[in-house]
């Protein structure tokens, strides 16, 4: 695959020649604004992206466009200035208007086909999964990587399927040959849990958004991952 993508001030291009998008993806943060102690989730996805996350996803559920679109556009100059990667959630037409790297889609939302032919080939596309059947109908769509939960249980995304446990990961990887993301209810004590069973990020939302110290939060929890993943067969 190869992804283009701005990176840095003016009209600067890098080219990512990788495999898979989760060659570029350890630690994948997930933004809400409900969680993140008057923070705007630009304010945060910029501490959590200082404190070493390869990606943010804007998440803002019952936003108005043009309030995510700000938002959106504010994130994706913090991710240039970084080098790292931005996602919105759901909102293809965000994704586009603000020059994200992608968008990440629900089961319920537009196909992968739809959204590939609109934001073309170079886009990052993930897919919100529960089981191989699933991951299987996304990655035939096209998905570039599948988002795999609620691995544990999980407050902020209470209409998510709760605690289908580490079970589905090993799963999944053995259907499919793209990347997982591992999400819900990963923390401190589960991180390296998740890398463990064969994920190959993993995404967090309260234990970054919500801590008081984001950049330490997001820090910590990727030093985990990297720290687990030479001992993964």
């Known amino acids: 695959m190869i992804h283009t993508s701005r990176r840095g001030p003016g009209t600067t291009f890098f080219i990512y020649m990788v495999d898979h ?36 996803q804007l998440r ?12 959106a556009e504010l994130i994706r100059r913090k991710a240039d200035e970084m080098c790292r990667f931005f996602i919105v959630n759901d909102r293809v037409d965000i994704a586009i208007a603000s020059g994200a790297d992608g968008v990440h889609l629900g089961q319920d939302d537009i196909p992968v086909e739809v959204a590939r032919d ?31 939960g609620s691995i544990f249980n999980t407050s902020t995304k209470p209409d998510a399927k709760q605690a289908l446990g580490l079970d589905p990961i090993v799963e999944i990887k ?53 720290k687990v993943r030479p001992h993964v067969p």
């Open 174 to 226: 053995s259907a499919v040959d793209v990347p997982v993301v591992a999400i819900g209810g990963i923390n401190r004590g589960n991180i390296q849990d998740v890398i463990r069973a064969g994920a190959d990020s993993a995404a967090v939302v309260s234990a970054v958004v919500a801590q008081d110290d984001v950049r330490t939060a997001a820090h910590e929890l990727r030093d985990l991952i990297l």
């Open 60 to 71: 803002m559920k019952h936003a108005d466009g043009r309030a995510m679109l700000e938002q």
């Open 118 to 148: 609109l934001m073309g080939e170079s886009a990052i596309i993930g897919v919100s999964v529960h089981d191989v059947a699933e991951a299987v109908a996304a990655v035939d769509g096209g998905a570039d990587y599948l988002g795999v």
């Open 21 to 56: 998008p989760g060659d570029m993806f350890d630690l994948y943060v997930v933004t809400d604004s409900g969680l993140s102690r008057g923070r705007t989730d630009a304010e945060t996805a910029a501490l959590a992206y200082e404190g070493g996350a390869d990606v943010v």
